[in-house]
């Protein structure tokens, strides 16, 4: 997630907006960030995702048919703390979680998954 261009200081909040291709469907991304603290040269941001499917159809991948999307639920939020010297984050932690339901054109099948990521990583000096 970009930094705005103005300056912004502790207790800032700005979003990203993005579509992203997921599987054969279409997925809005919708990130907040919040910049929670600003330590000499380290700045703690605070973030949240959200996705929302922009078709209520998943097109299957090589023709193999659709499926109608009867529920979508992706999310998540993490920190990042971010020295802007290096072109990483130096530290951060982020989960993302959700559930979907898809259905057959005819109805006769459903399928159901739950997901959960995490991530997370730090930079050995820290």
Same mark, same amino acid.
């Given at each position: 997630?970009?930094?705005? %261009?103005?300056?912004?200081?502790?207790?800032?909040?700005w979003?990203s907006h993005?579509?992203?291709?997921?599987?054969?469907i279409?997925i809005?991304?919708?990130?907040t960030?919040?910049?929670?603290?600003? %330590?000499?040269?380290?700045?703690?941001?605070?973030?949240?995702?959200?996705?929302?499917?922009q078709?209520?159809?998943w097109m299957?991948?090589?023709?193999?048919?659709?499926?109608?999307?009867?529920?979508?639920?992706?999310?998540?939020?993490g920190?990042?703390?971010?020295?802007?010297?290096?072109?990483l984050?130096?530290?951060g932690?982020?989960?993302?979680?959700g559930d979907?339901?898809?259905?057959?054109?005819?109805?006769?099948t459903?399928?159901?998954?739950?997901?959960v990521?995490?991530?997370?990583?730090?930079?050995?000096?820290?």
């Amino acid at each position: 997630m970009a930094f705005p %261009d103005e300056a912004i200081g502790v207790g800032a909040v700005w979003e990203s907006h993005q579509q992203v291709m997921s599987a054969g469907i279409t997925i809005d991304q919708v990130g907040t960030a919040t910049l929670v603290s600003r %330590d000499d040269d380290r700045v703690r941001v605070d973030i949240r995702v959200e996705q929302i499917p922009q078709e209520s159809t998943w097109m299957l991948p090589n023709g193999q048919g659709q499926l109608s999307v009867e529920q979508y639920t992706m999310a998540g939020d993490g920190t990042l703390t971010i020295d802007p010297s290096k072109p990483l984050p130096i530290q951060g932690d982020f989960t993302v979680s959700g559930d979907q339901t898809y259905l057959d054109p005819n109805g006769a099948t459903r399928l159901s998954q739950s997901q959960v990521d995490r991530v997370g990583w730090h930079s050995p000096e820290n």
